[in-house]
């Protein structure tokens, strides 16, 4: 039985957000993902437990280039979702966070020294006119931590094979 992609090109493309890094190096500039032909996308963070006090922190920016060009702040995040534990294997569930309308998200005290997952969900009708490409940037955190952010486009304005995809970083 061959191996195919089933929901790969048809449901979602995922895209490289932020390369996996210690945190605790530089503030970390997010790649710009070009929202073209896609409903909206989903940041999934993925981190490792680290030092007291590197908690994690997030910031949604939208820009009118690739590169270049002009960036802001984009004020949408209303509501995101986290899995912590010291150590993640599978029993977690979702616990939703709200928040009045920001471009951060910042981890409540002690998730540093737990594993991380977090999901910002944002829409690509709530980018402003003229804007086409959205990243998230993490700052530095302060203390060894590892972690990285994955894109997941989702609603693909037309289905392809995973070779056919277009580059979402173009």
Do not use: C
């Not at 191996?3 to 890094?21: E, K, P, Y």
């Not at 569930?93 to 999901?119: C, G, L, M, P, R």
Request: no cysteine; hydrophobic share 40%.
């Amino acid at each position: 039985m061959a191996t195919t992609a089933r929901a790969l090109g048809r449901l979602f493309d995922i895209s490289n957000a932020l390369s996996i890094v210690d945190l605790n190096t530089a503030a970390n500039t997010g790649n710009r993902i070009h929202m073209k032909g896609y409903r909206g996308v989903s940041f999934v963070f993925f981190g490792d437990a680290g030092t007291d006090g590197g908690d994690v922190a997030m910031d949604l920016q939208e820009h009118n280039a690739a590169t270049g060009g002009t960036s802001q702040d984009l004020d949408t995040i209303t509501d995101y979702f986290k899995k912590e534990e010291t150590t993640l294997d599978g029993d977690e569930v979702w616990t939703k966070v709200s928040q009045t309308a920001a471009s951060e998200i910042t981890a409540v005290d002690a998730s540093a020294e737990k594993e991380n997952i977090y999901v910002v969900e944002v829409g690509a009708e709530q980018l402003s006119d003229g804007y086409e490409w959205i990243s998230m940037n993490v700052p530095d955190v302060g203390q060894a931590k590892v972690g990285g952010i994955l894109a997941i486009l989702w609603g693909l304005d037309a289905e392809r094979t995973p070779a056919n995809l277009p580059e979402p970083n173009a």
